[in-house]
Every structure is written in C-alpha cells, then in structure tokens.
C-alpha cells in the first residue's frame, strides 16, 4: 500500500498522545474514565491553593481541584471548580473549606458536611430535614470558610509575643534614648564646664610651682651642698682634734683630784665624829640620871618656896 507507512506512524502518534494524556491525568490523579460532578465555590484568598490539589469528606479523598479563576472586580474574586466522584452525594448545609493539608502548608478542600444530628451547618446555620434528604445539584456553588493551619495559628500566637516584645524593646530604646539625652545635657551644662575651668586652673597652679621647685633647685641646691661639705670638714677636723688630745694625762689629774677631795672630807670627819661621840655620851647620861632623880630638877611647893 502506498500510505501504509504513514498510517502506522499516525496510529502510533495517536496511541503515544492518548497514552500521554492519559498517564499525565492518571499523575495529577484524574481518573478519565470515572464520572464526576462539578461543583464550585469563591474564596477571597488562596493562601497558596493550586490546581489538582485534593478534595476530602471527613480525611478521605474524594476528588480535586479543577481550576481557579479570578475576577478582580468581586470581592471574592477566586473562583475554584471541583470535581467528585459521580456517586457521591452533597446533602444541602455542605461547606467547601480551605485548610492547610499537612504541616509543611501545602493547601487542600475539605467538604464539611451538616450534622444530621441536630441539622446545623459548618458555619452554625440550622438545616431542615427536607434539606438534609435533598442532595446539592451538580454545578451548584458552594457556601466557603478558611480553616487556619497549625503553623498559622502558632505563627498568629507567636507574632502577637513578637509584637509585644518589640513594643518592650522600643520602650527601653526610648529609655535609654532620654538616659542618653539627660547625660548629654549634663555634658553640655554649666557644671561640668565649670568644672573643667576648674582643672584647667588648677593644672596652670601646679605648673608654675613646679616651675617654681624647678628655679629654686637650679639656684640654692648647689650653695646648699657647698655649705653641707662645709660642715662637714669642720667636723671631722673637730674630731681629729679631740682624738690627738692627751685624754690620759687628763683623767690622771682627774683622778689625783678626786683623791685629794677624799682625804680631805676624812680629815674633816674624823674630829667631828669624835665630839659627836661625847656629846651623845654626855646627854645619854643627863638622860638616864633624870629619869632616876627627877626631884634633883623639878621642885613644886603648895606653900612656896622652903629656904635652905
């Protein structure tokens, strides 16, 4: 056949891209050959969610994210569509949340269903039981809500203990500002100028004394010296004088004039003493004949005087 070369290449074409289609959506998790249904919802803030991010109910995996578009002139101006198995049924009250999908903050949808319980929706609104028993139409829009993740939420508590700390640390560096300011105000006064003024004083005072100690060395030390190497000959010369005297001969007279005294205080003495002795002896005897004869000293007469 004249074109049978190029059909098999067409056939082998065709089969390549289907296959490339089909492992491409089998990759994204596009089940091609499944049915689904569509359903849609806005968000005013993405916080990061992409195409063919997953689609839960209650952890299970249930569909994906489609598409995401956006119009500026709405306040929610995301529109994400979302498909889901075809046999899955959305009761009336289901809300379409946006959550963080692990902790490294990867975005996903959650479909929170009402509580058949008591007939409340995800965001509080009571539901009838009519609404409850009639699914959501395909294609419909769904109520939306953001559920912070726990990185979120920890980085919300710890910007606030950041914040605080800041407004701590500016509050000090403001302290610390006016410290600064009162210090160089006092730098910058009067006082410390004056004090200054004084040292300068003082320093030109200790100058000119020492000017003053510097003139009188120069001047005085050396007359000063000549006069103490002065004195000090003249004694020594003194000295050598006293040690070329006769100091023998002269305690020798000394010596002769002592002697002299002593013989003549013991000339002098032994008369004396000798006339001492008798004067004692003498009164020792007028002494003892009294107390023997006193009458022989002392007459008393009651009737005068009796003539011998």
């Given at each position: 056949?004249?074109?049978?070369?190029?059909?098999?290449?067409?056939?082998?074409?065709?089969?390549?891209?289907?296959?490339?289609?089909?492992?491409?959506?089998?990759?994204?998790?596009?089940n091609i050959f499944s049915p689904t249904?569509?359903?849609?919802?806005?968000?005013?803030?993405?916080?990061?969610?992409?195409?063919?991010?997953?689609?839960?109910?209650?952890?299970?995996?249930?569909?994906?994210?489609?598409?995401?578009?956006?119009?500026?002139?709405?306040?929610?101006?995301?529109?994400?569509?979302?498909?889901?198995?075809?046999?899955?049924?959305?009761?009336?009250?289901?809300?379409?949340?946006?959550?963080?999908?692990?902790?490294?903050?990867?975005?996903?949808?959650?479909?929170?269903?009402?509580?058949?319980?008591?007939?409340?929706?995800?965001?509080?609104?009571?539901?009838?039981?009519?609404?409850?028993?009639?699914?959501?139409?395909?294609?419909?829009?769904?109520?939306?809500?953001?559920?912070?993740?726990?990185?979120?939420?920890?980085?919300?508590?710890?910007?606030?203990?950041?914040?605080?700390?800041?407004?701590?640390?500016?509050?000090?560096?403001?302290?610390?500002?006016?410290?600064?300011?009162?210090?160089?105000?006092?730098?910058?006064?009067?006082?410390?100028?004056?004090?200054?003024?004084?040292?300068?004083?003082?320093?030109?005072?200790?100058?000119?004394?020492?000017?003053?100690?510097?003139?009188?060395?120069?001047?005085?030390?050396?007359?000063?010296?000549?006069?103490?190497?002065?004195?000090?000959?003249?004694?020594?010369?003194?000295?050598?004088?006293?040690?070329?005297?006769?100091?023998?001969?002269?305690?020798?007279?000394?010596?002769?004039?002592?002697?002299?005294?002593?013989?003549?205080?013991?000339?002098?003495?032994?008369?004396?003493?000798?006339?001492?002795?008798?004067?004692?002896?003498?009164?020792?005897?007028?002494?003892?004949?009294?107390?023997?004869?006193?009458?022989?000293?002392?007459?008393?007469?009651i009737f005068g005087k009796k003539d011998?």
């Amino acid at each position: 056949m004249k074109y049978a070369r190029e059909i098999k290449v067409g056939i082998l074409a065709t089969i390549c891209i289907f296959l490339l289609f089909f492992g491409f959506n089998f990759l994204k998790g596009v089940n091609i050959f499944s049915p689904t249904n569509s359903f849609h919802g806005t968000f005013a803030h993405l916080h990061g969610l992409e195409e063919q991010a997953a689609v839960y109910i209650r952890g299970h995996k249930v569909g994906q994210v489609d598409a995401i578009h956006y119009d500026y002139t709405r306040d929610s101006a995301f529109t994400v569509d979302i498909s889901i198995k075809k046999d899955i049924s959305l009761p009336q009250g289901t809300t379409m949340a946006l959550y963080a999908d692990g902790i490294l903050g990867g975005k996903a949808i959650e479909l929170i269903l009402p509580l058949s319980q008591n007939g409340v929706d995800a965001e509080g609104n009571t539901v009838s039981s009519e609404e409850l028993s009639e699914p959501i139409a395909k294609g419909a829009f769904l109520p939306t809500t953001y559920i912070p993740g726990l990185m979120e939420s920890l980085q919300g508590e710890l910007m606030a203990h950041v914040d605080e700390a800041i407004r701590d640390v500016d509050r000090t560096v403001n302290n610390v500002d006016s410290l600064v300011t009162g210090l160089r105000g006092q730098v910058e006064g009067n006082h410390l100028k004056h004090t200054l003024a004084n040292v300068d004083r003082v320093s030109g005072d200790l100058t000119s004394v020492s000017g003053d100690l510097k003139a009188m060395m120069n001047n005085q030390l050396p007359r000063i010296v000549n006069n103490a190497d002065t004195a000090i000959a003249n004694l020594n010369t003194i000295v050598a004088d006293v040690k070329e005297a006769d100091l023998k001969a002269t305690v020798a007279r000394v010596d002769t004039a002592v002697d002299n005294i002593n013989a003549v205080v013991a000339e002098v003495k032994s008369p004396m003493l000798k006339h001492i002795d008798k004067a004692i002896v003498s009164a020792d005897s007028l002494l003892t004949d009294l107390k023997a004869h006193p009458k022989r000293y002392v007459h008393f007469s009651i009737f005068g005087k009796k003539d011998k």
